[in-house]
């Protein structure tokens, strides 16, 4: 489904958040609207799920599609004066996994106290500790819910000024 050749897609605008009823800890992501989420992830259903439910929350969100694509949307945004507040990390893409992409972005001392969540559908507990190992924060799994990645946000996620 992705390509090599496919570029880092990304949004500057976000929606007017929603009141997702039935969504405990929506509150708490309230004074985190408008914070920058980079969402590496391969699957374009999962990206649509992702980007759909986040959008609505009152995220922004940029998408890439491997984990090489996810350094170069850091690098990038960093360069920008826009960086990520959060990376939503998938362990499984081609190109560049997961893993692979979270041990690189740890070499960068700018990136030391960015958040990498892991979403992924490999929620066995030694797919959670290689997230660790590698430098991730959190974890979430796949298929979403929203409870549970509400929570993660608002655990890592600082507002800002």
Known sequence: ???????PRASTST?????????????AIRP??????????DNALNQQVAVELLRDAGFVVDVAEDGRQALDALAKASWAACPSDAVLMDMQMPVMDGIT?????????RNAELPIIAMTANAMQADRDRCAR????????????PAELWRALAKWIRPRP
């Open 1 to 7: 489904m992705s390509s090599a050749t496919t570029r």
């Open 15 to 27: 929606r007017l958040p929603r009141e997702l009823p039935g969504d405990a800890g929506f509150n």
């Open 32 to 41: 985190l609207r408008g914070a920058r989420i980079l969402l590496a992830e």
């Open 101 to 109: 992409a979270t041990v690189e972005i740890r070499k960068n001392r």
């Open 134 to 145: 590698a430098g991730m924060n959190d974890f979430v799994a796949k298929p979403i819910e």
